[in-house]
Nanobody, 128 residues
Framework: QVQLVESGGGLVQAGGSLRLSCAAS????????MGWFRQAPGKEREFVAA????????SYKDSVKGRFTISRDNAKNTVYLQMNSLKPEDTAVYYC?????????????????????WGQGTQVIVSS
């Protein structure tokens, strides 16, 4: 069983930065790939970034490459999403997710269907 709790969302002006955190409980965290997804009003949930169990492999949605950075600290059971140069189109609820069924995969998946545990989400609003 894995529980995920996101924090760090808020209201920021375009061009600003936010750092999201996702605290995980459960013994499988350190062996699980982790992902960040987001859902804007009226839109489907979409992939943002993912990181494999060791942190050596990361993947990003094209529109956030160079602006967002995903990282993890397995000693703290926490995954982060540093978001810089934020744009109004980044406004969404951001969700943290864990892929606990595939342990120690070399590459984290980008499909939401691979992730079996989800946090409750944290709201990010970017004003223009």
């Amino acid at each position: 069983q894995v529980q995920l709790v996101e924090s760090g969302g808020g209201l920021v002006q375009a061009g600003g930065s936010l750092r999201l955190s996702c605290a995980a409980s459960g013994r499988t965290f350190s062996n699980s790939a982790m992902g960040w997804f987001r859902q804007a009003p009226g839109k489907e949930r979409e992939f943002v970034a993912a990181i494999n169990w060791s942190g050596r492999s990361t993947s990003y949605k094209d529109s956030v490459k160079g602006r967002f950075t995903i990282s993890r600290d397995n000693a703290k059971n926490t995954v982060y999403l540093q978001m810089n140069s934020l744009k109004p189109e980044d406004t969404a609820v951001y969700y943290c997710a864990a892929d606990s069924r595939r342990q120690r995969t070399a590459v984290a998946g980008t499909s939401s269907g691979l992730y079996d545990y989800w946090g409750q989400g944290t709201q990010v609003i970017v004003s223009s």
